[in-house]
């Protein structure tokens, strides 16, 4: 079964030739588009756009940095567990407890 082009259009295959800005381009178009709910980037890819990836602050499409098969995983580059240890933190803070 052929794959439609609609999902086609929700998916950014990138490799050694693809540029950062092809990558910002493509995040930018996810992030803005109703029909897509999660974004999956490789935190490799992540961290050619890490400016977008970490001032991006809206709740849908939900962002999620997954391990690349090719480098290794990195929690201090995870832009999701990076913001739960910061709410984990200021809650801390903020009640009192360390």
């Known amino acids: 079964m052929p794959i439609s082009s609609t999902i086609m259009s929700s998916i950014l295959y990138s490799g050694p030739e693809t540029t950062a800005k092809q990558i910002e381009d493509a995040f930018k178009e996810f992030t803005a588009r109703e029909n897509i709910a999660i974004v999956l980037i490789s935190q490799y890819v992540a961290n050619m756009i890490r400016f977008l990836v970490d001032s991006y602050n809206m709740p849908i499409p939900a962002i999620l940095e997954i391990p690349s098969k090719d480098q290794p995983y990195d929690p201090a ?7 739960v240890k910061y709410l984990f933190s200021s809650e801390s803070v903020a009640s009192g407890r360390r």
């Not at 580059?77 to 913001?83: G, I, P």
């Open 77 to 83: 580059h995870d832009s999701v567990l990076s913001r």
